[in-house]
């Protein structure tokens, strides 16, 4: 397959199976995931291998897997028109993300937050996993040269890092490029954040000052995309809030972290802004702020909850999907990734450069 000269507009994300997806995952990424397959060609992966950068169990792990792909179908991911599959099914993703752990310094990783957060105090315990995923992001996008990227804002700087990698493999290999017919000698676009959902960091129910994770430990922190009723407006109950009734401006949030991120969840459910939420309920009590964001919630995530229940049923189906999506993954990557070897000078038959097989050597005459 001949490559593009340059990367068509082309759209990759991808969440991790590391436990329940919730409602930072579905306000902050997936309804723009879904907004996007109006006007692009678009690529969601489940990335599995992101997810044992921490320990998973290994009999959990398929389910979840299972589950976050129930979650892109029920949220309006259509895997006829995109492509839906787990990464580890397309192994370029790992073999490009080795080549660049060669291209990317350990100076850039060693300011990812995202790594300082997640290891802790403990970093000498941290797996090598969790320091090397920006690179395996890196990979999982520009396997398919993917010009944009759907994500929440927590995300920012591992995009920021996926473009220096691009950037430094287009330099360091310019000239290879450039022989390979890519006059431009820019072979990785380097890719756009789409930081665009309704609600692009929505923060623990728990604490407003740490973003909601499929990884904190307490689940009372998150509304999962798989609770019911009854529990969505249990954990919105027993939200943390402060003391104080409601602001009549967006000003009167500063300083209450707590009660802002409750404002822009009810503001991202309504499709309002925030100013004109608390223009309706300015002095009111949380009780009855609380009550109606339960209400709104419940009514917004039943469709959601109630199709992923239905498609999870049948897990044979959603097996089907990921093979099938995994396949037409790997027609695209398949060509990038050996285009990428040969730029990089790796030795296979057929390659430019590579010498034909000799018949003595192989035993036979060479096919003429
Ligand atoms: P983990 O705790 O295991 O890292 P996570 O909740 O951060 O899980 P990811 O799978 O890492 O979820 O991220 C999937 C997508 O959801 C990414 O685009 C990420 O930016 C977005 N996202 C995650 N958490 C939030 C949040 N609290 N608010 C908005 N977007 C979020
Ligand atoms: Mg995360």
Redesign the pocket.
């Known amino acids: 397959m001949k490559l593009p000269q340059t990367p068509q507009p082309r759209v990759f994300?991808?969440?991790?199976p590391?436990?329940n997806l919730?409602l930072?995952?579905y306000?902050?990424?997936m309804v723009q995931w879904v907004e996007m397959q109006k006007s692009h060609e678009c690529i969601y992966c489940v990335?599995d291998m992101?997810?044992i950068t921490?320990w998973q169990e290994p009999k959990e792990l398929k389910d979840a897997i299972r589950q976050v792909v129930a979650a892109y179908i029920a949220a309006g991911v259509d895997p006829k028109t995109s492509i839906l599959f787990n990464q580890s099914q397309v192994p370029e993703h790992a073999e490009l993300a080795w080549i660049f752990n060669c291209v990317a310094r350990l100076g850039w990783l060693s300011r990812m937050t995202?790594f300082k957060e997640?290891a802790g105090r403990d970093r000498e315990n941290a797996s090598v996993g969790l320091y090397a995923y920006p690179v395996l992001m890196a990979a999982d996008i520009l396997a398919y040269r993917a010009t944009h990227v759907?994500?929440?804002?927590?995300?920012k700087q591992h995009l920021e890092l996926c473009r220096d990698i691009a950037q430094k493999f287009n330099g360091d290999f310019a000239e290879a490029i450039r022989a390979a017919g890519f006059a431009s000698g820019a072979f990785f676009p380097l890719c756009e954040p789409v930081i665009m959902?309704p609600?692009?960091?929505?923060?623990s129910l728990r604490d407003g000052t740490r973003?909601?994770?499929?990884?904190?430990p307490s689940d009372m922190s998150r509304i999962n995309l798989s609770d019911d009723a009854d529990a969505i407006a249990r954990k919105i109950q027993k939200a943390k809030t402060d003391a104080e009734p409601l602001p009549s401006e967006e000003a009167g949030l500063a300083g209450r972290p707590e009660a802002d991120n409750l404002v822009g969840i009810f503001a991202a459910f309504a499709a309002k802004s925030k100013a004109a939420v608390l223009d309706d309920f300015a002095g009111a009590q949380f009780s009855t702020f609380k009550k109606a964001l339960a209400e709104l919630a419940i009514a917004r995530l039943a469709p959601v909850t109630g199709e992923m229940k239905r498609l999870l049923a049948d897990p044979a189906v959603i097996d089907r999907t990921l093979a099938s999506g995994a396949e037409r993954a790997r027609a695209i990557a398949g060509p990038i990734v050996t285009q990428v070897k040969d730029i990089v000078g790796f030795l296979r038959p057929g390659a430019p450069g590579a010498r034909p097989a000799e018949g003595h050597l192989r035993g036979k005459t060479p096919a003429r």
């Not at 759907?150 to 995300?155: A, C, L, N, S």
């Not at 609600?199 to 923060?203: G, N, P, Q």
């Not at 973003?211 to 904190?216: C, G, I, P």
């Open positions: 994300s991808g969440m991790q590391s436990g919730h930072g995952n306000l902050g990424a990335v992101h997810a921490v995202q997640k759907p994500v929440g804002d927590d995300q959902g609600a692009t960091r929505v923060m973003k909601m994770s499929k990884s904190e």
